[in-house]
């Protein structure tokens, strides 16, 4: 800054300019709303992380029974009950984890199909006159 006959003259001001970040709007239906909304938050991994704790606690009663059939020795009700417990909590594990991969996947191929639609830019009420 200089000052000459008690005028100061001073660098030109610098001006910053920024723009609004592009917001997309996407148009999609009630029902694909639900469905993103309910993705990741449904019980299934939890359902499917207790089945194959269970399975795994029975474990041991499987095998212990698979090898008394292959010795040839009587069975006890209560060891097959523990066989038939081992087989519930594989198959609801099994199924639950299918289910809660396959929903997940559903999901984000419908927010991959959502983002890939044509996009139409609507303005923001800033920008309207």
Do not use: C, Y
């Not at 917001?23 to 194959?52: C, T």
């Not at 639609?117 to 303005?123: F, N």
């Amino acid at each position: 800054m200089t000052v000459e006959g008690g005028i100061s003259t001073a660098a030109p001001p610098t001006h910053f300019v920024t723009h609004e970040t592009q917001v997309i709007d996407h148009w999609i239906s009630d029902d694909q709303l639900m469905a993103l909304s309910r993705g990741g938050k449904d019980k299934s991994f939890d359902v499917a992380l207790a089945a194959s704790g269970a399975s795994l606690g029975f474990l041991q009663n499987f095998i212990t029974i698979v090898s008394e059939v292959s010795a040839s020795k009587a069975l006890a009700a209560a060891q097959l009950s523990g066989a038939f417990a081992f087989a519930i909590a594989v198959t609801i594990a099994g199924f639950s984890f299918w289910s809660h991969f396959s929903t997940k996947a559903n999901v984000d191929d419908l927010v991959n199909k959502i983002k890939s639609r044509t996009h139409a830019r609507v303005p923001s009420p800033a920008t309207e006159g």
